[in-house]
C-alpha cells in the first residue's frame, strides 16, 4: 500500500494495544463491561475527569449519537457549525437516531461563536420552531484548529445562561490537548462541558470511542440506550483492554503528540518548497494549496485528500505511526514533481 | 474468572482470530471497508453464497436492524416470533432505529408457524393496521432448538406467496448448520431466505457480524444506511481480517461443531443424575430443570442463567472455548451439591 | 344512505355544534389556540378537572400519541393490552412517532390486570430490554366494557409504586361516565391518571380531541411538540368553538347517555329474539352472535362490522344520532330474515 | 378583535364553506374518506390535474409530511431553501416524522437555484453524507415571491436528470395560480412536479390540505402511512366537503384572487406614504420598512409581524376576507401616526 495521509484512520494500531487484546482473551468473562477491564476503565477515567460516568462505544458516530440522544428530547435541537462532523459526515444519523434536528450556524477555521447561536435563541419560545436545548463543538475542528480554552469557557457560560447543554465532539480531543499543553479536565470539565464524546480510534486505537457525561444525570438510562443505539457488544472486555493500554504510560498523549510534531516539521517542509501556500497546523492536519498539476501527479502515489477544488487546496495528516522518513518522502517528491 | 456457562459470549477468541487482527497492522490501508481484507472477505462470502451483497457489521443487533431497516417503510412492520430476540432482548431498536413495528406470532420451542402469521394477513389491505413485509426467523432458535430445512422452505414459500420477504436472524447460524450437517447456502439462499444476519461474536470473534443479501436490490443503499445506523467503523481491516481467519481451514464450522458436542457431553453427563431433567440439545445450550436449592448452591460456583425459575429451568451454554475438564468439573460440581 | 351501526364515527355531528362553528366564523383571531374560544375552552377544562393543561388535537390517533410522546425517552416502553387500539388500530404510529416500544399483555373482555404487567417488570433493570414506564388503559374498552373506578385506582397505584405513569386513552370516556354515573374527574385525576386523552368526534364533534395532563410537568413543552405532531393547525377556534358547545348544557353527556340507552334498547329488544346470543351492554356497542346466513342478509341492508367470524359475532353500535325507530327497524328486519 | 394583517390564516372560512359542512351533515356515512363527498372530491382533482391519486390531510404541515415520507428512504435527504416553511416553521416533524434529513440551500427572495443545489449532488455517492433525493420548492415562496413556470420547469429538469424527485409546497398555490394567470397543472404536472402539497386553510378552508401525487407509484401505501403520520380523522366527509365547495364557482380562485388584488391595493396606497419603502406584492403578501417608532404604535392596533428587526420590515397580509375598508382604515392611521 501506498504512503497515506489522507487521514488518521488510514493508519493501523499500536502494538501495544494488540498486545492489550492477547492478553484480554484470557478466560470467561462476564459480557457487556461487567468485566474487570471495564471496571479499571472507568477508574482511570475516574481519575482524569472525577467522577463521571463512561458509556463505551464503537464507533465515534456512535458516540456522538448517544451522548445528544441522552441530552435531547425530538422537540428539542443542537446548534453547531455548518461544517459540524455530526452535520455533514454522519449520514444523517445525529437527526434519524436521535429523532430530532441540528441547527447549523456559520464556522469560522472551523469554529463557531456566540453571535451566530443567537439567531436561534431569539426564537426560543416558538413553538413553530425546534428548542435549542445543545450546543456541540469539536475540538480539535474539523479544519484542524483549536478553540482556546477561555473561547469554550465563554460558549459554555453563554450555553448554561440560556439553558442549553454543551457537548463536545473529541474525536481529536488527545491531539488538542497535545497541542494547547493542558489538562483534559481543564478544558473540558472544568470550563463547563457536559458530555464529551472521547476518540480513540483516530489516535490509534482500533475501535473505541468513550462518551464522557460530567453531568451524571444524564446518564441515568445510558446503558438501555447504548444498546438500543447499536453500540453495545457483549464481548466490551476487548474495547476496555485498549482503553486500559491507552492511558497506561501516556500512550495516547504520545500518539497525539506525534502526530501532531509530524504536522509541524511537514508544514515547515513544505513552506520551504516555492509555488505551495502552507497553513500552518494547530494539530495533526496540514492544508496546502498547490498547482493543480502537481495534485493530480501526486495523487497518484499518495492517498490524501483534495477539501477544496477551487482553491485547489489538499489536505495532508499526519497519525501517531507517520514516521519522518515518510514525510521526506513526501516533501522530495513534491519537489521533483513540482519541477 | 469462574467457569462460565452463562453464553457462548462469555468466551474470547480463537488464538488465530488475534493473530490475524496483528497481521492485519500492517501499513496504511484505505477505510470504511475498501481495503483488501474487506476485498477477501467479499469473495469468500461468494464463494459461500454466491452473488451476494455482503455488509459488515458491529454487532449482532446492529446486523439484525440494518437487515430489516433496507426491507421496511415505516408503515411496515415484521412478523417474528414473541421471544424472538429482535422483540425481547434488543432494546427496542427493530422498532426504534428502523421506525417500524414487530408483530410478535407465538412460539413453540423457540419456533414459529404459518398458521399463526394468518392472523396478519387478513387485515393486509387494513390501513389501521401496520402492514406485514417481512418474516423473521431465527436459526438456531433462541431455545437452543433448530427449524429443519423443510421448515424454512415451507416460511419462505408462504412468505413470498403473500409478498413478504424473509429474514434469518443467524446469530448462531454456525451451530444450526453443524448441526444439520448441512451446507450454508441449502439452508438459506437455497430455500428462499432473502437477507441472512450471519453471526461471528458467539462463535468465536472478537466483534464482527454480517448481513448477507441475496436479494441484493435491498442492498442497494447500505453503504450510507449502515453509517446511518452506527455500525460503520474507520479501520474495518480489523473486522474483515476476522472473517477472512473465520473461514480459513473452517474455523467457524470447528468452533460450531466443539461448542455443540460440548453441550451434548454435558447433557449426556447430567443425564446420569438422578433428579435432573434434561432436555436434549439441538446446538450448544442445554436446558435442565433441578431443584432450586441446588440452583442457589451451583450459581455461587459457576456463570449461568436461570432461564424460568417457575419450573426451576437453568441454561447451561457451551463455546468454542469450553473444554472438557470444565464440563466434567462441572458435572461433578452438580453430583456433590445435589447430594 | 343505509342506517349504519358500524360505529360511533359515521354519525355526523350535533346541530349545535354546527351553529358554534358558525358562530365562531366571525373577525380576525389569533391562530394556533391563542384566541378567545381556545380559551374558553381551558377555562371549562379547568372547572372539570382542577389545575390542568390541555393539548387540543385533531384525532385520537394523534390524541394519543401527543400524550405518550410527552411521556417517554426512545428507550422506555408502554405497557397495554394486546387488543389496545394503540396496539393494533393506530398503524404503528405510537412506536413510529413516539419513537419508542409498546409492551402488551393480554386482555380479558378488554381489561388488563396487573398480575400481567408484572413480567416486564422482573427484568425493569435489564438493559436488554426496553424499560416500561407508562400502562395505557382505555376507557371505555375496545370491548365496550369498563374499569371501575376501584380497578383504575389498583392499576394507579400500582403503576406509581413501580415509577409508571398513567395513560388513559378516553376516545369513549363519556360514555364510561354516562354508564357509571360518575364524576369524570372521581374516574381519572382522583384515583391517579396522569394523562387523559379525551375523546371529541366518537361522542358527536367533526373533529377535535384533547390531552388533558394532570401532571402538568409532563406538558412543559407540549407546544413546540403538538406542532411536530402534526396535531396543530392555525384556524384552532374552529375546534375550540367545538369544545365549548359540547360542554354547554352537559351536551357531550346528553350524547353519551343517548348513545348508551339506544344501546341498551337495542340489547333489550334483540333478546327476544330467538337464536341470538346478546352480550348486555355497558356502554354503547351490542355484541351479538348469530347465524352465520342472517349475518349475511343483513349486512346488504345495514353498516355494521363482524367483530369475530369464528364465533359469528357482530358488533351494533350506536351514537348520539341513533334513533329510537331506527333500532326498531333493525331489530323487525333481524325477526324477518330470521325467520 | 382588532383587524388583522398577520397572516392569512388568522382568517376564518367563507360563508359557503360553512353551509357545505352544515350540508353533509346528515345521515350515515363510511368513515376514513369511503364516503360520496370524498369520491367527488378525487373527482374534481381528477378533473383538474388528470389521473392522480389524492390524500387528504389535516394541516399543511401533515401534508408536507406526508408527501415527503412517501419519497424518502432514512438516508435519504431532501433539498430545500434555508427559510422554507418545511426547515424552519414546522418543528422539525420533517425531519423528526420522516425520520430523514433537510439540506438547505441559500435563497434569494425565497427562491433556490440550481448552482447552489449541485453542492449536494458532487457527493451524491458519498456514504458518510444522507443522499438527495427529492427537491422542495415552495410557490408561492414564504417571501410572497413566485417562480415562473420556466423555472419551475428548469429545476424539475435538473432535478429527474439526477434521480431526484420534486416536491411543491403549495399552501399558497392558489394565490400563485392567481397572480400568475396560468392553469395550475401548467404549473405542477406539465413541468415536471411530482408531488404537490395543495393549500386549503390559507385560502380560506377551516381545516384540509391535499397531497396530489401526479407520481401515483408513490402514493402506493399513503393510506396506512396517512394514519400512522396523524393526519386521517373519521369523519372526512367534513373535510372532502369544504373541497367541494372550494372548487365549485371557483371559490379557491376567487378567494386567492381577492387576497392578491388587496395586498396590490395596499402596496399602492402605501407607497403614496413618503418615509416608507413598500415591496411590489407578487401575491398576498406586502413587505414594508417603516420607521421604528410607527412600528410599534402601529401594532397597538393592528395585528401584524414585524419579519427584520435589523431592516425594520414588516408583513402585511391579506386574505379572502380583507377588506377595502380595512386597508383604507390602515392607510389612513399609519399616514396618521407617521406624522
Redesign the interface.
Known sequence: ????F??D?????S?EI?EA??A?????????AFD?YSNQSDVIFGKIFGDVTVCYT??G??AN?VAL?TML?????VICADIAHIN??????P???T???LLPVPSYNGKINIANMKQYLVDKND?????PRVVSITQSTEKGTLYTIDEIKEICDFAHENDLLVHMDGSRIANAVAALGCDIKAMTRDVGVDVLSFGG??NGL??GEAVVFFNKKLAR?Y?????????????M??ISAQFNEFFKNDLWLNNARHANSMAQYLAQELGKIKGLSVQEPDVNAVFVCMDKKLIDKLSQEF?FYVTNPEIKEVRFMSSF?TTKEEIDYLVQRIKSLAE
Do not use: C
Not at 446503558?223 to 464481548?235: A, G
Open positions: 500500500m501506498i504512503v497515506s489522507a487521514s484512520n488510514t493508519a493501523g494500531t502494538k494488540i487484546i492477547a484480554a482473551n484470557e478466560g470467561y468473562v462476564k459480557p457487556y474487570e464503537l464507533s458516530t456512535g449519537v440522544k428530547r425530538p422537540w428539542q435541537g455533514t459526515e454522519e449520514a444523517g444519523a437527526e434519524v437516531i429523532g430530532s434536528k413553538f413553530h420552531k425546534v428548542s480510534a483516530k482500533i475501535i438510562d446503558m438501555t440506550m447504548r444498546k438500543q443505539s447499536l453500540q453495545l457488544i457483549s464481548k472486555r476487548f492517498y505511526q
